[in-house]
């Protein structure tokens, strides 16, 4: 049997979706959802919800395809998106916190890895993060957003964002000690 491609341009699909175009629509939703929900679980930890968070990005997506001009990554477009929707879940669950602090100009934040750590893994340990440091965390070092964009978006100060980044840093830092530690029967000292 052969698969017949219904859309090879993106654009085309693109257009047709903002058209209103169920069969574009869903192509799209099939083509990103995986990536999308992958997006929304990093910031959102149960999965329910974070599949909420990127059910809700695709209908403003669609909503607003007409607004993409196609001059960018469609997919880099819709991860902001899901980045923002995910960020007013939070919001509104009341869950993050943001401590102003100062933080110090120079840190060593290097760390040899002793053993392999797959992404189930660390990701169980972002998720261990307060909500604050996990937001900033994620769009500064993973969507590689800079302090200024973050602090707008969270309507935090760049202060706030670099305090809350730095503290990610060393309360992951300090699990990843904690837990080399015990692997090799060190323990607490």
Not at 37 to 48: A, E, G, N, T
Request: aromatic share 12%.
């Amino acid at each position: 049997m052969k698969v017949i491609q219904l859309f090879k341009n993106d654009s085309l699909l693109i257009k047709r979706a903002a058209a209103g175009n169920r069969q574009a629509q869903r192509k799209i939703y099939e083509k990103h959802s995986g990536k999308m929900l992958s997006v929304c679980r990093q910031y959102v930890k149960d999965l329910q919800h974070a599949e909420d968070v990127m059910l809700n990005g695709f209908f403003k997506v669609f909503a607003h395809l007409e607004d993409f001009r196609d001059e960018g990554s469609f997919e880099g477009w819709m991860r902001r998106i899901m980045i923002r929707e995910a960020i007013s879940f939070l919001r509104t669950d009341k869950r993050s916190l943001f401590a102003e602090d100062e933080v110090p100009e120079k840190t060593d934040f290097s760390y040899t890895f002793t053993e392999d750590f797959n992404a189930a893994h660390i990701q169980e340990m972002i998720d261990s993060l307060p909500e604050g440091y996990k937001m900033v965390f994620l769009m500064y070092a993973v969507e590689g957003y800079k302090h200024s964009e973050i602090a707008k978006m969270l309507n935090i100060t760049k202060g706030t964002s670099k305090s809350q980044l730095f503290k990610a840093r060393k309360m992951l830092q300090e699990k990843l000690k904690q837990e080399n530690m015990t692997e090799y029967g060190i323990g607490k000292i």
